[in-house]
């Protein structure tokens, strides 16, 4: 007889090993198609649109939603899934009370992502009759120049799926979309600065050209 008892452990190490190693590539390769596809506008309204979209390719999710904070509040501004269970508005119009919401509240305070596996049995989660099909919840801060800006929220039908690995990887993927979003932001602000050195310039203009103190006042109107 021969104890394999080291042998068997050894080989458990190596075959865990080769998982995280499998899932780290996986993660990497994903991360790299996102960035790719997040960074192909500029636009504000389609950066958000591209990360419900490429959130998918980091974490499965029945449905998804971006929360902006303005405050005390964080607003649903884009959402995507919740065609399939007639929500699509409702989520688009609830604005929640950051305070009053644990997983919101543990966001914005802590600026770590949240893992909520099972919705029905943990005690953390506010149940709600009109969104008691989502059965597990993983979340992450969209974090901009150390502030949280926002939330990205993903909804699974299956109980007992998100860990905190799922955590992680959300993690990361918003730490990308937050680039993004940032440097939508640059450029939306880029553009006022420029409408606004073209009206300052029509307005030299017009200024210059008119004949009489009225017809001036007129123009510049």
Request: cysteine-free; glycine content about 2%.
């Amino acid at each position: 007889l021969h104890d394999v008892t080291q042998t068997r452990k050894n080989e458990f190490k190596i075959t865990r090993l080769l998982e995280v190693d499998r899932q780290n590539r996986s993660l990497a390769e994903a991360l790299t198609i996102s960035s790719a596809a997040l960074n192909s506008t500029l636009n504000l309204d389609e950066v958000l649109d591209q990360i419900l979209v490429s959130v998918g390719l980091v974490v499965p999710h029945t449905a998804a939603n971006i929360m902006l904070v303005e405050g005390d509040q964080a607003r649903i501004v884009k959402a995507k899934g919740y065609q399939s269970y007639q929500q699509q508005d409702f989520i688009l119009s609830i604005s929640y009370t950051i305070r009053n919401y644990f997983n919101l509240r543990y966001l914005a305070e802590n600026a770590k992502p949240i893992a909520i596996s099972n919705t029905r049995t943990d005690a953390r989660w506010i149940k709600s009759d009109t969104l008691e099909w989502i059965g597990s919840y993983a979340a992450a801060p969209i974090i901009i120049e150390g502030n949280v800006i926002g939330f990205l929220n993903l909804d699974s039908q299956q109980e007992d799926l998100y860990t905190q690995e799922h955590a992680q990887r959300l993690m990361a993927f918003a730490n990308q979309a937050a680039i993004a979003i940032r440097n939508a932001q640059l450029f939306n602000q880029l553009q006022v600065k420029a409408r606004q050195t073209t009206i300052v310039n029509d307005l030299t203009q017009a200024a210059i050209s008119a004949s009489t103190l009225k017809e001036m006042a007129q123009s510049l109107a």
